[in-house]
C-alpha cells in the first residue's frame, strides 16, 4: 500500500476512527480525494478568470463575442476586460455563468418606473425598490439550483435584488 498519509482523508479520517485503518480505508480516502479534486476544479472552471480546461475558455469567449485568438493569458485578459465592461448586473455574464454549470436561464430586468402619482392613501403608488429587482426564470427546480442562486447571490451588486422562478 502506499504511502496513505499522503491522502488528505485518510489523515483525517485516522485521527477520527479508534480502530486501525486499513487498505479498504485507503481506497476510500483516495477516492474522497479525488471527488473532492475534481469538485475543486469545476469550481474553477466556473468563472472565466480562473478556467484551464481545453473547451471552458471557448465558451466563456463566445458568450462575450471574443475571436479567442492570442496566448491563454492574452485570451484571459481580454475575456476579463469584456466582463468588466458590462459593469452592473450583466445578464450576458449571468447567462454565460448558468450555462457553465449546467443551468438555462432567462433573465427579465426590471421594468422603468413611473416615478410620479400618490395611492389614495397618499403613499407612492410605485415601489422604488423594484427598479433594483431582476427576474431569473431557471429550467430546473428550486431543489436543484441551490449552487446556481448561490453564485448569482454572491456576484450581484449589493443594493439589487433577485426574484427567483423555478419549474417547481
Known amino acids: ?6 491522502s488528505r482523508h485518510y489523515r483525517a479520517l485516522s485521527k477520527l476512527k479508534p480502530l486501525p485503518m ?7 480516502c483516495k477516492e474522497l480525494d479525488r471527488v473532492l479534486d475534481m469538485a475543486d476544479q469545476a469550481h474553477e472552471e466556473s468563472f472565466a478568470s480562473t478556467c ?10 463566445e458568450a462575450y463575442g471574443l475571436p479567442g485568438t492570442g496566448t ?19 445578464a450576458k455574464h449571468y447567462r454565460a455563468m448558468a450555462l457553465q454549470m449546467g443551468f438555462t436561464v432567462a433573465i427579465d430586468k426590471p421594468r422603468p418606473l413611473f416615478r410620479a402619482g400618490l395611492s389614495r392613501a397618499g403613499e407612492a403608488a410605485y415601489d422604488a425598490e423594484e427598479q433594483y429587482i431582476w427576474t431569473v426564470t431557471v429550467n430546473a427546480t428550486k431543489s436543484a439550483s441551490t449552487a446556481l442562486v448561490r453564485e448569482f447571490e454572491s456576484q450581484k451588486i449589493p443594493f439589487t435584488a433577485i426574484r427567483w422562478v423555478f419549474n417547481d
Open 1 to 6: 500500500m502506499p504511502n496513505p498519509f499522503e
Open 22 to 28: 486499513d487498505a479498504e480505508d485507503y481506497a476510500v
Open 52 to 61: 484551464t480546461l481545453a473547451g471552458t475558455l471557448e465558451r466563456w469567449e
Open 72 to 90: 491563454e493569458e492574452e485570451r484571459h485578459q481580454e475575456l476579463m476586460a469584456a466582463i468588466n465592461r458590462q459593469w452592473g448586473i450583466a
